[in-house]
Structures are given as C-alpha cells and as structure tokens.
C-alpha cells in the first residue's frame, strides 16, 4: 500500500492550529468520551505513546512523555527553594502536577482547583499512574473555578503557584490575562513563586509572547525567566514554561545543584535532572528575539 492507502482518519487524532498539525494514531476504541459543561474530554489508546488525554482533541498529556511535563513544571521551583510550605496548584486535572509536589517532604499544603471534575474522573480511571496522588492527605482538591478562587484569595497565602492550564481557549483563556496574574502575585508570600505553562514559541508564538509581555508588567522584567521542555506528543515538540518570583529566588543563582542530583537519583526522575535544570534556561537566539523585541 502507499502511505495514502494507509491513513485511514478515523484511526487518527489530530492536534492542530490553521498552520501546523501533529497526527497521533490511536488502536481500538476510544476509551473514553464525555462532554462537559466546558469541553469535551476524551481518553484514547495510542499505538505507542500509551494512553492519552485530549480536551477539545487538544493533547493535554500521554504517559510516553507526560513527565517532562510535569516533572519540569514542578522540580525547577522546589529545588530552587527549599522553604516552600504551602503549595496551590490551578487545573492540573490529571493529576501529574500532584504526583511530582507530594514527593517533598517540606510541603505541608497543596490546594488544587481544577474547573472540570470531567477531567479528573478520566483521568483517575484510565490513567493512574499520573493521577495516582489524587488522595495524598497533604492535597485539598477543589473543583471550582481558578479564576474565581485566586480573586477571592487571602493576600499572602502560599509560598509557590503553579499555573498547570490547557491552551487558552475555553475555561482557560481567563488564566491568560493581567488581572489573573495580578491576583496571583497578591496571593503569594514575600519571595513567592510560580511557573506557568506558556505555550510554544513555534505553535502558538503569538501567546507566548502575550503571556511573557503579561508576566513582565506583573513581576517586573528581572524577575520573569523563560524556560524550555521538550515533549514530543505536543505539537512542534518544544514548549515553554515560566518561572517567575516576587523578588525570591533567582531559578539558576540559587538553584541548589547539589540538592537536585541527589533527588532526581534517589526519586528516579524520568526527565529532570541538575544539567537539564541549568540548560533549560539557555533560549534559542529566535527565541530571545521573540521575548526582547515584543
């Protein structure tokens, strides 16, 4: 057969924009599909990326390659401040985000708000090994609206927010806008951090450059860092996260090398570890054009 006589559509899901699209093939059945009163949620099998959670047919994770994802999003602030206490985690529906903050034994709090109990219902059934901190005594799970929460928030509540969002279309498109992250910053402590998911400097550059100019007008520009992982289920393979503080600590000045070796070791990482901490800060030229020229 040729390649064309091959492709049979109904066998594939495809993540796309108008510009670029990434095809997954899947196997079987689908596993799972509900719509909720926000967007349609659906878990499918992959031919060899293991099962994989879509919102909107937008790829959200798979458990191929889900922990450079979450391990990136989580490891980079926890060991560059070893004084975090109080954790609130916004979306984060499959529970990836959790399962990385509960292997810390200075935590004492984690409340998560995630919007859709769709997503953490699928997720908890077809994809354990990512949601499998679910009941963790140290996480306070709220199915709420983000947005909502952080507004209503006690100033200087937690040490650490991390910003775990879909792409911003649908419930998420509020958690890329100004007067989110200014509630965000009035939520944190003195020294606070957060890392956000930014979207790709290739798929969605627009966004990415958007969210970066958002979190200099909040944070102050010295205090905005830009950092990279590469996943290859997400459309272009590279994405973005950033790391931002309240005048805290500096991701690469006062990252604690020493620290994170022995972790990554002893936690038996998948992605993570000391040199990709430090080398996830070095941007591509484009890319630094991209953040100093918006």
């Known amino acids: 057969m040729t390649t064309s006589e091959q492709f049979n559509p109904a066998e594939w899901v495809i993540d796309h924009n108008d ?20 967007q349609t949620v659906e878990v499918f099998d992959t031919c060899d990326r293991g099962k994989m959670l879509t919102i909107d047919r937008m790829v959200m994770c798979t458990e191929a390659d ?8 989580v490891h980079v602030p926890m060991l560059t401040d070893f004084k975090i206490k109080d954790v609130l985690v ?23 708000v995630e919007i859709d109990e769709v997503v953490v219902r699928a997720a908890k ?14 996480l306070k799970l709220l199915i709420d609206d983000g947005i909502k929460f952080v507004k209503e928030a006690a100033d200087h509540a937690y ?11 649908g419930p998420s498109e509020g958690l890329f806008t100004k ?18 998911q930014s979207e790709s400097p290739s798929f969605n550059p627009k966004a990415f450059v958007e969210l970066n100019q958002c979190l200099k007008q909040v944070f102050g520009n010295d205090q905005v860092h830009c950092y990279l992982v590469f996943i290859p289920m997400y459309p272009s ?34 992605y993570y570890n000391a040199d990709i901490h ?12 991209m953040l100093n020229e918006a």
Request: proline letters at 5%.
């Open 125 to 138: 059934q077809f994809l354990p090994t990512i949601s499998s901190a679910f009941d963790h005594p140290k």
């Open 237 to 270: 393979g590279m994405w973005s996260l950033t790391y931002c503080s309240k005048q805290g600590a500096h991701p690469l000045k006062n990252f604690q090398r020493d620290r994170a070796i022995t972790f990554a070791q002893e936690q038996n990482l998948t």
């Open 66 to 73: 889900e922990a450079s994802y979450h391990e990136m999003l």
């Open 159 to 169: 040490d650490l927010i991390i910003i775990d969002s879909s792409d911003p279309v």
């Open 278 to 289: 430090q080398a996830a800060f070095c941007l591509p030229t484009y890319i630094q054009k």
């Open 19 to 38: 510009r670029t699209a990434l095809s997954i093939r899947i196997k079987g059945d689908r596993l799972f599909c509900e719509q909720s009163p926000y």
């Open 90 to 112: 916004i979306g984060a529906g499959d529970g990836g985000t959790i399962r990385e903050l509960v292997r810390y034994q200075n935590i004492e709090t984690i409340t998560m």
């Open 179 to 196: 007067s989110f992250y200014q509630d965000v910053y009035r939520c944190l402590r003195p020294g606070g951090l957060i890392t956000v």
